[in-house]
């Protein structure tokens, strides 16, 4: 992690503000700058990768070393938005933040690398025709949690010998998995504590992505898990 840096805000309202834009990654709106050497707004590169700072209304706060460019910009933007939404300046209260983005990332990217699950056919989730039926095992009676979602199709308590995490709350019948309905496709976004894990094809392998970052600690296992699933009751919108 970095420490607080100090002088005023020239450096990112330079970088910030002036020659910006917007690039979607991982569910960031990250923040371009034709005038940075990187390509984004308070990130700038060193010898070993890239780091990050944001401006907190007094200095510069260094949110720590990142080994790309897209990821330190996406801590910056969660920091950015903490600062100017949720009124967040403490210098280790920010640099948590960008230290929770990383992890997020991290586990995305360990959950990618594993085998994938089998490609699937309906797009939704694990009714009789997709594949996903019959590679998992189905929630039966004694488990604790919804067996069938809002939806009709049967919720599969686990997959691949991972533990899916099912609720009521939420608007498939996983955990922190929301739908989001577009004019041409429907994907499901993984999002824990504010983290985006990413959005996916099948309501399936999502929970199973979410389910591998619980396995790996992500935001110290997401200990209260019905909380964040509030957050993800109504189908959003996709492009």
């Not at 983005?101 to 699950?117: H, N, S």
């Amino acid at each position: 992690g970095g420490g607080g840096g100090s002088g005023g805000g020239g450096v990112a309202e330079e970088e910030g503000e002036q020659g910006s834009g917007v690039e979607h990654w991982r569910g960031y709106e990250l923040i371009t700058s034709t005038r940075a050497k990187s390509g984004y707004a308070g990130v700038y590169a060193n010898k070993t990768g890239f780091i990050s700072m944001v401006w907190n209304g007094k200095t510069q706060v260094g949110l720590g070393q990142f080994h790309s460019a897209r990821l330190a910009a996406a801590a910056y933007t969660r920091c950015r938005a903490a600062v100017e939404r949720e009124g967040v300046t403490e210098t280790a209260s920010l640099q948590q933040l960008a230290t929770q983005v990383r992890d997020g990332a991290a586990a995305a990217e360990r959950a990618a690398e594993r085998p994938p699950p089998p490609p699937h056919a309906s797009g939704r989730g694990c009714g009789e025709e997709d594949p996903y039926y019959g590679q998992g095992e189905l929630a039966g009676e004694g488990d604790p949690g919804p067996r069938v979602g809002p939806d009709g199709d049967p919720l599969l308590a686990s997959l691949h010998g991972v533990r899916l995490h099912r609720s009521t709350k939420s608007n498939t019948g996983y955990t922190c998995v929301r739908q989001e309905v577009g004019k041409r496709r429907t994907t499901y976004r993984v999002e824990v504590k504010k983290i985006a894990l990413g959005s996916f094809s099948t309501k399936v392998e999502a929970a199973l992505v979410y389910a591998r970052y619980l396995e790996g600690g992500g935001a110290d296992a997401a200990a209260d898990e019905s909380d964040d699933d509030e957050e993800g009751n109504g189908a959003g919108e996709a492009g």
